[in-house]
């Protein structure tokens, strides 16, 4: 397809660039999911603090991570890391909740989170968010506080009237301390819509699993959505920190959540 030809420059410095490394760290592969609990992370939840999951927002269900999305809020991981293939596989339930319940499936992985919990809106630690919602998964956002200490710098196409910014190998230089930057191929007519559907969707269906993964390389980052790239970010701001996944009104299923170093 015309449109993939345009990451076969980035495709090729990233398989010059990370293909030993990523084959030599299989060893040192960490599983920030064991199937049984959730060690090595802890709950933060709107209005009620770091470990007040009272509605059991984040459970484990049959080998899964059930996030319910009644609550915002997200799981936080205790450590934190850099320069690392983070792989998360998920599926959308079908539970919507207030203010989201006729909205697009929302939720998103927070890299390099840093700063207090509850930080951003009192919701998440200031991060890169690596989103996850329907129509847009793999779309770029700052989720900082205004500052230069948080950033992006990505290559976008002209901007059309009442647009965003999106993604473009070809494009021009744009850099962000809030905001968003969208994936390639992302419907210029979408809506904040439940079961928002664009022409071309690399997201499965509600109900089939995905695969999501961010390689953070320094100060850059790519997103892969299904084996796709779909955005790439250079000049990230911080380049490490905690990881985060969202609780943001829909429910979602996890079965992995795999780190490799670089």
Request: proline share 5%; hydrophobic share 35%; aromatic share 10%.
């Amino acid at each position: 397809m015309k449109i993939n030809a345009l990451f076969i420059p980035l495709l090729i410095c990233l398989l010059f660039a990370s293909e030993n490394s990523i084959a030599q760290s299989k060893k040192k592969t960490v599983k920030l999911f064991n199937g049984k609990n959730l060690d090595g992370w802890y709950p933060f939840i709107q209005n009620r603090g770091k470990n007040q999951d009272v509605k059991k927002v984040f459970t484990i269900d049959k080998g899964l991570i059930h996030i319910s999305g009644e609550e915002y809020g997200s799981i936080v991981t205790n450590e934190e890391f850099e320069n690392y293939k983070l792989t998360v596989e998920f599926k959308w339930g079908e539970k919507t909740y207030a203010p989201r319940v006729d909205r697009a499936r929302d939720n998103g992985v927070l890299l390099h989170s840093t700063g207090p919990d509850g930080g951003y809106h009192g919701i998440w630690m200031y991060s890169i968010e690596c989103q996850i919602i329907e129509g847009g998964t793999g779309d770029f956002l700052v989720v900082g506080d205004g500052s230069d200490k948080y950033a992006l710098t990505a290559t976008v196409a002209p901007k059309k009237p009442g647009g965003g910014n999106v993604f473009d190998p070809k494009g021009t230089p744009l850099t962000i301390h809030s905001g968003r930057i969208d994936w390639f191929n992302r419907d210029p007519a979408w809506k904040d819509v439940l079961d928002f559907r664009g022409p071309n969707e690399v997201e499965k269906p509600v109900g089939e699993w995905n695969k999501l993964e961010c390689i953070a390389d320094g100060d850059k980052i790519t997103t892969y959505l299904n084996g796709t790239p779909v955005n790439y970010a250079t000049q990230v701001k911080p380049s490490k920190g905690r990881i985060q996944i969202q609780s943001e009104g829909a429910e979602m299923f996890v079965r992995k959540v795999e780190l490799k170093p670089l």
